[in-house]
């Protein structure tokens, strides 16, 4: 009877899984998607907790459970409360690989028990133990080493032939996990266990490491799916629906959600995954070919005037405002421009900034209303009316190269037409590239003045300006 | 032959995991890519399912075996990490999206 | 109770189920108003493949069963009736659409 | 070993379904879609005619199974490569009928075998026997009557109360059942199988005789859905799960695209369904309400002389010129106007005519280029740079009362903005109402002028007129 209450409760879970997901990909409802799937995730926990049996026993260690997630849900609430709201993907990151690290733990806890009580061995479920144990460590590995890019506690690190290490240490991890369940009747050592923990978490580290920090989000989402298919293991050992069901959902939406963004930014998976090692060489030598003659420079105070007396001004805001954290002097100046008269709006680019919704995320931070907000199309509908563009740490997403030049790197994507405006002014700290490592022909036009300087400290000066009018 | 008869014995658990995966991929078909980062969260906590298989673990291990025990507590605490962290930080986020609307 | 266990038993069955309704749904969710008429005989076809039960019925029929294999045997002709006509109709129809895109 | 290859052929047989659904939902796939799916059905039953065993047991009477697929298969296909394009909606039907006829008929010989052979006896079982005959039956005659109306063969047919008929014919329906059902250890008397037979096929033949004709799409796609249930039921039944996947999918996805046909009219289904009793009262009553003064008539020469000195005609296409089987004509004239140095294009309403994609497919039989058709937003877009607009058969979809007159049935639904043209041509036989049996403002504008015929005729007449120009 209690049993049955469970498959119950864990179909109720599995539904809301899939609704909550549903609703977390159409934004009026991605809110209440997201405690939905959170309630029905509480039932499958409740249930289990008091419900389970197994061969007629309940549970026991209760302390230990509750004492375990007291701990946990104490620790998580904090963290994800505290967390900013730039810091986010990281947060993100470091959850996926507690997920990983969990199933993983499973895995030698599973392996461990059928090794010292040898009744009858099933080969499937020997399969299924590894395969949580190598991809939830996969995962945990990979997972700590994006955050800790993101963080910037990592550097890039790429060794040559690192590719064929990595591909070399993942066939010894299947080779030899295929050996232990092709014995495992014979011999379950548990040697090879830890042997093939410790190359797991060594082919996540290498397969994240030599990655570009900027396309760590990618990584974490296909960590992410890496993550659900681990879950999905247990899901299978355990016979358990909800966790079959939830894992693998996830391990399909997350490597479809992988895909999006790779699209989002004009690049395929691969190159996000392997390009990244050629890649810088041959895009410095495109950045060094061309000379792109003269740049103008506008000072501080002649930006200040042209913007105060602007009917229409567009901030485009980039990655550098992210860096520099000046979305809430940002706002400010916007707030200042308005008092004035000025129209002032935001144009968004989908991949401006490190993460999708970057500049969505950051500017809520710093309280801009959302129909400020404007997606690339109406941006670009228009530039054609707006006086003055004030570009903020942005650089890929306004290069015109993305339309004109084919053998670019960015060739394809679809860019903010800051042109079409009769003024462009753009802030950033030098003539470096940005992402994409390429120069931006955009900065020598005759429209367009630089306005060096950290975006912080710039805009605080605008706005000092703009008082002083 | 043996994956064929395994194949027939598990076939409820294939259609399952067969079916599910197409849904996964149909429905988050038409994301928009602001919502890609809450998603991306959203979905990271519910892979924190894994967290029952830790309960399982946890209330099945043997009151001497420390091994089990400890790993299991540990592993209680992660797979709790990530489905409450996963959930907060999925919430606030979308909050913020919220909060802009109006 | 008895629904309970019901439940319980056919877990797998209705996890199928609750899964095929979801993706029926979500399959179909963004077709264009022109496809509705193709679509429909489309969907007819595939349900056609109610003409395996009629096949296993009219297979397992005793030779004297008289009712059993003259029944049997209408629902096999209906059965294919529906599958042979419902994906040829179809083709038909989708065969129109394609001409006029070239 | 056999067995677990059928296994194999219905797991692929029911991902093909899936796909091939999917696939029918986009306009460029849709045809690949559907050949997807015919080769799933076909490994599906051939893996069930080969390899099929219960108890050990492979099926017999090969000879009557062959004999059922080849008569059934020519059949098939020769009444689904004969039948006219606008024929096909009651092609559907009637395939759909000879579904849920299938479904009952199983029903009805698996209750025979368990009633002859008294072994225990599982309720459930007995549920889903009657379960798919019921459904099966219901499907089977509602088909047959859709089938009748749009043939003509059928008039709509009412009296007052049926809706109370109806309800309480399906809950005898419903209590007889569960009578058997729950005393199916006792007793499983025939007799209550052939009245439950006998009721659900009334209960189909009273649900959908006082339907108006032109919902008639709309209904076979419920009872699509239906007969998928009925599918379904037998999937349950023989534990099969391609039956079951399929018939699931079928159900799910009817009913949605029920709802979406419904949506696109503009109105619910509740309203499709029981809404069609009182509303022609009222909307009679709405018609003769207003008083809508006079109309202009235009003779057949002025007509062609007007048309053929314009340089961009639009023709909108609506149910007359398919009732007309005016296509063929009506291309020619396109042709002719071309010819002359005019620019003609259609002007497709989404539910203009009685099935969706009427128009579409009306005019692809006459081999009228794809590119000459323009969706609803696309010709409203163009209707201010059109000359003359002429409307062949069309009333409700260029309404403008959907548009002004809130208490009019058509009122939200979206319409062909015909009066930005410069001129209106209206041919229809009479100043008769269409579909929703509604006066039509349009007919009385200072813009438009009344062309009166059926559609071929004048469009013969026209053609003649405009070679002897
Ligand atoms: N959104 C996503 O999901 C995502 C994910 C991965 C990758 N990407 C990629 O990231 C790029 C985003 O384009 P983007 O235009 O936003 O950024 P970007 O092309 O990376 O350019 C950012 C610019 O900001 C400037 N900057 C850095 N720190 C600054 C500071 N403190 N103050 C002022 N300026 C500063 C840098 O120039 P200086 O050094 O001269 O100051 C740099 O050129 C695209 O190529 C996209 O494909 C996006
Ligand atoms: N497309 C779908 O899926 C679908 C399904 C169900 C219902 N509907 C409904 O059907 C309607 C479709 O609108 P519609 O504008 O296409 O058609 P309509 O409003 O029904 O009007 C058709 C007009 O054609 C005229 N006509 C009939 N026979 C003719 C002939 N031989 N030659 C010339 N004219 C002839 C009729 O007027 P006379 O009698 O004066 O000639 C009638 O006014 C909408 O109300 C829609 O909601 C559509």
Known sequence: MEFSILTLCYLVGSVTFIIGLKMLSDPANARKGNLIAAAGMTIAIAGTIFLYESDGEKLHNYGWIFG??????????????????????EMVSLFNGMGGACAALISIIEFDHIANNP???????VLIIFAGLVIGSVSFAGSIVAWGKLNGKFGDFAFSGQHIVNII??????????????????????????GILALSLLYGVFFVLPIGGADMPV????????????????????????????GILVGAAGTLLTILMCRAMNRSLKNVLIGSFGASGSSKGAAGGKDQGQYKEVSLSDAAVVMSYASKVMIVPGYGLAVAQAQHVCHELEKMLAEKGVDVKYAIHPVAGRMPGHMNVLLAEADVSYDKLLEMEQANDEFPSTDVVLVLGANDVVNPAAKTDTSSPIYGMPILDVELAKMVIVNKRSMKPGYAGIENELFFRPKTSMLFGDAKKVLQDLVAEIKNL | MTALTWISANQEMIYIVILMIFLGIEVIGRVPS?????LM???????????????????KAEHDNYLALSLGFLAVILGTLNVVGGFVVTDRMLEMFKKKKK
């Open chain 2, 41 to 59: 969260s959203g979905a990271n906590a519910i892979h924190g399912v894994v967290i029952i298989g830790a309960i399982i673990v946890m209330g």
């Open chain 1, 219 to 246: 990584v974490i989402s296909l960590l992410n799916s890496f993550t659900g298919v681990a879950a999905a293991c247990g899901g299978f050992l355990y016979e358990n629906k909800v966790m079959l069901t939830g």
């Open chain 1, 68 to 89: 375990g997630l007291i701990i946990g849900g104490i620790i998580g609430t904090l963290a994800a409360k505290k967390v900013q709201m730039t810091a986010m993907p």
């Open chain 2, 34 to 38: 602001v919502l890609h980062t809450p």
């Open chain 1, 169 to 194: 240490i993942l066939l010894v991890v299947v080779a030899s996990s295929a050996y232990v369940v092709y014995n495992s009747d014979v011999e379950l050592n548990e040697s090879f266990l830890y």
């Open chain 1, 119 to 125: 009744v009858v061995v099933n080969p499937g479920h």
